[in-house]
T-cell receptor, first 113, second 115 residues
């Protein structure tokens, strides 16, 4: 079945450091891919998404590229801020099932000043 | 502004009791979802609905039920609460275009403790 695997956390970085959170997926066909972010005490909110191979999603300085050949959707940011501290979830939506999301386990990011 | 709300935000109950968690959205979305969030598992789908009178089981539906009598609400009922159902529960909704890339909008969550 479809699944998402993302790197274990927590990830601890200093402010202005470069961030990469790895995400790989297993799916039949061509899923849409998402990164959601959960700030402390809140629900999830969409950070970015990509719907086909080689698409790049971007938002708030974060980027992720849909790589079909490596079945990956790694999240990157060039310079993190303390306010980026949150849990990040990679997810996929199978084209065969209307809008159902399959999530990875989440990666906690802690940015220190 | 349109929003999605959940109540209560925190709930403590005892094993064996019936518990209902409310979810209300003003986006006028047909799609609604219930997830539970547990450490090491991420979010797992409990039940979902594509419209009034439609309900479907997700991957962890045992011990839970939902009903959809209108567009705005999808209450989640724990028939007989168990300690294994201690979790954080999130409701979400999305538009009904049929496209898999539609954004899901999440509520703030309900933290449930079953003693």
């Amino acid at each position: 079945g479809n699944s998402v695997t993302q790197m274990e956390g927590p990830v601890t970085l200093s402010e202005e450091a470069f961030l990469t959170i790895n995400c790989t997926y297993t799916a039949t066909g061509y899923p849409s891919l998402f990164w959601y972010v959960q700030y402390p005490g809140e629900g999830l909110q969409l950070l970015l998404k990509a719907t086909k191979a080689d698409d790049k999603g971007s938002n708030k300085g974060f980027e992720a590229t849909y790589r079909k050949e490596t079945t990956s959707f790694h999240l990157e940011k060039g310079s993190v801020q303390v306010s980026d501290s949150a849990v990040y979830f990679c997810a996929l939506s199978d084209r065969g099932a209307t809008n159902k999301l399959i999530f990875g386990t989440g990666t906690l990011l802690a940015v220190q000043p | 502004d349109a929003e999605i709300t959940q109540s209560p935000r925190h709930k403590i109950t005892e094993t064996g009791r019936q518990v209902t968690l409310a979810c209300h959205q003003t986006w006028n979305h047909n799609n609604m979802f219930w997830y539970r969030q547990d450490l090491g598992h991420g979010l797992r789908l409990i039940h979902y609905s594509y419209g009034v009178q439609d309900t479907n089981k997700g991957e962890v539906s045992d011990g839970y039920s939902v009903s959809r009598s209108n567009t705005e609400d999808l209450p989640l009922t724990l028939e007989s609460a168990a300690s294994s159902q201690t979790s954080v529960y999130f409701c979400a909704s999305s538009e009904t275009t049929g496209a898999p890339q539609e954004t899901q909008y999440f509520g703030p969550g309900t933290r449930l403790l079953v003693l």
